[in-house]
């Protein structure tokens, strides 16, 4: 029977439980830009092992760049007029203090200081926001991990509402899950973080109960049948892969 051929059981039995099971991923992040443009560069290919903040990919920059340069050649003007502007309050305020100018005089000076200011920080806010979208051209990786899927090249255009697929997709290596199906009984056993053993292809590992089911994967005549989880350490340069066979002991 199928189900049995994956560590399917149906009674709980009284002693400790070996299920068979399979690897996978802890989880996988799906990688895609945030802004138009051509791939420039694509820097890892499938398998690839990357360390947090490698580069994966970069679109061509030369338009996000001309943009930041254009906003902080503004933010450089503001903070110009923003000096002239408080040394025209300072002048005016001595000019009033001697009784040179009228009140209307000194506060039209004002004004057209917090006028500067507001300029200035409206340039600033443009340049940080060319300055994030200069960043959306690069994909770089969020964590160690590896690459589990490439799905462009140099030279492709991109755009960021069309995106069937992810650009790159990238796993945690230093943690896997040995998952295994079970029925509800067998379920209401185990609780998260409770310890248990998983034989792999190079040894026994320890671990930890990392989920119980929610939802049942699918309703036999049986009864439901859910994934019980248990979450192992794995070394980046270990060949474990997901799909394979392991078995899960549970005490």
């Known amino acids: 029977m199928a189900a049995l051929a994956l560590g399917l059981i149906w009674a709980a039995p009284a002693t400790a439980l070996e299920l ?13 830009v945030l802004e138009n443009g051509v791939v420039e560069e694509v820097a890892v290919n499938a398998g690839q092992h990357v360390r947090k903040g490698d580069l994966l990919l970069r679109m061509d920059q030369r338009e996000a760049k001309a943009a930041l340069l254009g906003a902080q050649a503004k933010v450089a003007r503001a903070r110009i007029a923003t000096a002239s502007a408080e040394r025209e309050v300072k002048r005016a305020q001595e000019l009033f203090d001697r009784g040179l100018i009228a009140i209307e005089e000194r506060n039209d000076a004002e004004l057209k200081q917090a006028a500067a200011v507001a300029e200035e920080a409206s340039a600033k806010a443009a340049e940080a926001a060319a300055a994030v979208a200069l960043e959306r051209t690069e994909l770089r990786a969020p964590f160690d991990g590896t690459v589990v899927a490439r799905n462009v090249w140099n030279g492709a255009v991109i755009y960021k509402t069309i995106q069937q697929e992810p650009l790159i997709v990238i796993a945690p290596d230093d943690k896997m899950i040995a998952r295994a199906l079970v029925t509800a009984p067998v379920l209401r056993m185990f609780k998260p973080g409770q310890y248990a053993r998983v034989k792999v292809a190079n040894g026994l590992r320890e671990g930890r109960v990392y989920s119980v089911g929610v939802e049942a994967v699918r309703v036999e005549l049986q009864g439901a049948v859910y994934y019980l989880d248990v979450i192992i350490e794995r070394s980046p340069s270990e060949p474990l892969r997901p799909s394979e066979t392991v078995e899960i002991l549970l005490p």
Do not use: F, I
């Open 20 to 32: 068979k099971g399979w690897l996978e991923w802890l989880h996988k992040v799906e990688m895609r």
